[in-house]
Nanobody
Framework: QVQLVESGGGLVQAGGSLRLSCAASGRTGSTYAMGWFRQAPGKEREFVAG????????YYADSVKGRFTISRDNAKNTMYLQMNSLKPEDTAVYYCNAGGGTYYRSTPGTYWGQGTQVTVSS
């Protein structure tokens, strides 16, 4: 089993920045590629960004490309999402994902974190 714990969410004004973290524990050797999804009130969960095991390949939803940057530190079993130039439409619960995701197709893997709230005010 793999456990994923998100942190770093909060309230920020439009144009501001936040950095989310996702710490993995358990059988982390099977996490490989990882990614972020988000879900706004009344909407379906959507893909945000994904990253390969080595960090050499990254994938972004069109809505965040150029503003968000995904990265990982395998020595710490941690993945990050740097969010800049935030917009009110970025408001959502952000979820960490791992376990066989094919993020170039926006398809999640088996494991999910509990989510962290990001609220962007105008």
């Amino acid at each position: 089993q793999v456990q994923l714990v998100e942190s770093g969410g909060g309230l920020v004004q439009a144009g501001g920045s936040l950095r989310l973290s996702c710490a993995a524990s358990g059988r982390t050797g099977s996490t490989y590629a990882m990614g972020w999804f988000r879900q706004a009130p009344g909407k379906e969960r959507e893909f945000v960004a994904g990253i390969s095991w080595s960090g050499g390949s990254t994938y972004y939803a069109d809505s965040v490309k150029g503003r968000f940057t995904i990265s990982r530190d395998n020595a710490k079993n941690t993945m990050y999402l740097q969010m800049n130039s935030l917009k009110p439409e970025d408001t959502a619960v952000y979820y960490c994902n791992a376990g066989g995701g094919t993020y170039y197709r926006s398809t999640p893997g088996t494991y999910w974190g509990q989510g962290t709230q990001v609220t962007v005010s105008s």
